[in-house]
């Protein structure tokens, strides 16, 4: 059974940064892309940024500069530093393992930006 489960999040002020991390069980790196997507309300669920099982990452032109997604394959464990966080970056963040045919989310964690 595949689980994600994610924590880091919380309250910052604009400017401020923040570290997401997302533990998996059930399920290996090395198969498949890992990734960080966020929802506000009224909105829908955006790709942040992702990395491929070979380690080429994506970053969303919004957070270009200012997120990094990176992980540990011997823990399982997926990264998201956030830096210099905006107002717009409030969301609720979820992580995703997805390779072909399977597609696993956790049940998020909620960033809040504000002063």
């Known amino acids: 059974q595949v689980q994600l489960v994610e924590s880091g999040g919380g309250l910052v002020q604009p400017g401020g940064s923040l570290r997401l991390s997302c533990v998996a069980s059930g399920i290996t790196f090395n198969m498949n892309i890992q990734g960080w997507y966020r929802q506000s309300p009224g909105k829908e669920r955006e790709l942040v940024a992702d990395i491929t099982a070979g380690g080429t990452t994506y970053h969303a032109d919004s957070v270009k500069g200012r997120f990094t997604v990176s992980r540990n394959i011997d823990t399982n464990t997926l990264y998201l530093q956030m830096n210099s966080l905006k107002f717009e970056d409030t969301a609720l963040y979820y992580c995703?393992?997805?390779?072909?045919?399977?597609?696993?989310w956790g049940q998020g964690t909620q960033v809040t930006v504000s002063s």
């Open positions: 995703n393992v997805r390779y072909p045919g399977a597609n696993y």
